[in-house]
């Protein structure tokens, strides 16, 4: 019988698999996980995690999406309201159909925050050494929320004789309700801060005194001094400091003003004016150096005076005023206004006959205010008006810090929160080095963080928008003009539950990997694998066609090249 022979085997067929055979080696690149920065986070005042807030409130954790807000603020109530928001002018959407609305996103977490009555976690630990914060703005709010958390004795001195600085005394209730005001200061000092209010500190023995008693002092105590225009009589009855009138309207009792008010300036402090003029019934016009276009007011406030009747003369200055049977009579002329660049003035040109005149029976200056440094007599090195720091809010003494109004031209209140949690790193990491421990030298996180390997940015260009529908961003209402002026309300009003999860939908969670598997699913190699919650690329079988980082949709992969 003869002996059967099988045949032979095809050079491609096998009957095991494919994993002996290591394609890998025919790559010139290799593709990567990364942890980049979103251009949100980068342009948050505060560094705000805003991705991954987002993502928490998207599956609806909301308490997990407060968390993260409140490791770098502990104001999303107060902030989702007020802040000038440039995360949504660095957001990568705006290039696809519209930025997403963070700020309103803040604030609908924010406010269920308070709703729930959420409150911070004690200290894991209590640490001997304290802290003197002077300022109960929200520099320095901010800075004693950080440094309770971590566990320090922390003394709140505030010369008022209420929390809140410019967020209670220069922002109207219309703009920040007060019961959200207070509920979020609240939270802050319920953590164990010691607060003294009406007090003071205003000779420089009061000062050395503070410095001796306490292991490193953080001043915030904001500006106070009235800028003024060389063209007004600042002892005519008839001129009134903007910032002076606003904090007591704010609290009730505005100085009378007569019918007729010219209010001079262009940011939000200049607008806060005018509105709150508004709804005392007076008329009201804004004369800003600036065009609208150029305004530092943010546009929405700009948009909701004028649909509440206030006047804007625009690109424009006073030249002198005088006093007639009728009233004041202002002399104004057109100008062009061009800014100028970091630490140079701006320059105002004007514009030959182009003269008008304004009719008012009071004018309200509201051009910004600077420090009264006095008080420290010297013993803090200056920078022209402002108190001099370095890039983490150190002054040139040693022990002491600064940030907010008194250090600082950004005059925002998320920029002065993000300076005072940055003094707040700061002192930590100097407070623990003098006792020798070796971790102050690492960088400082309040909370749990993933390691960022690449510094550089997400852009548009690497997130595979095709997986996104093009959606309208979510518009909050606002309250009607006439039932503005008839009354106190919020003007912004919030967004609801459904709306919140739209717009939270559209994030494109920029360099933060959200588990889609969508990188798993199109590679042709098989040479993706999930580990736990990441993912791993295995060299062996890929050969580098960058079909999964092209096919990303938040672009938290790149393709590196490899050199052998």
Known sequence: MNQMIPPPVPTTWTTATTEAVHTGSWRAALPRYVQAPSPCHLACPVNGDIA???????????????????????????AGRVCHHPCESACNRSGYDEALS???????????????RWSFAAPPVERDASVAVVGGGPAGLS?????????????????RDALGGLMRHGIPSY???????DAEIARVVALGVDVHLSARLDTPAAWAALRSAHDAVFVATGAQRQKRLPGLDYAQPWVVDGAAWLAAANAGAPPALGRRVVVIGGGSAALDVARSARRRGHAVTVLALETRAQMPAQREEVEEALEEGVALADGAMLVAAREGPGGLRLACVRVTFLPGGP???FVVNRVDGSDFELHADAVVTSIGQDPDLAALDAALPADGALLAVDAVQATGADGVWAGGDVASLARFVTDAIGQGKRAAQAIDRALRSRRGDAAARRDWAPGPAAATPRDAPVELASIATHWYPRQVRAHAPRLAAAARLAGGDEVQLPLDVAQALDEASRCFSCGTCIACDTCVVVCPDLAVRRTGDGYAVLGDYCKGCGLCVAECPTGSMDMVEEVR
């Open 143 to 159: 800075a004693a929320y950080q440094l309770r958390r971590l566990g320090y004795r922390v003394t709140l001195h505030e010369a």
């Open 175 to 181: 703009r920040l309700a007060r019961d959200v005001l």
């Open 102 to 116: 963070i700020c309103r996103l803040e604030r609908f977490v924010g406010d269920h925050a308070i709703a729930q």
């Open 343 to 345: 630490g140079a003035p």
């Open 52 to 78: 991954t807030w987002i993502r928490l409130a998207r599956e609806r954790d909301f308490r997990g999406a407060w968390e993260a807000l409140t490791r770098h603020n502990p104001f999303p109530a107060i």
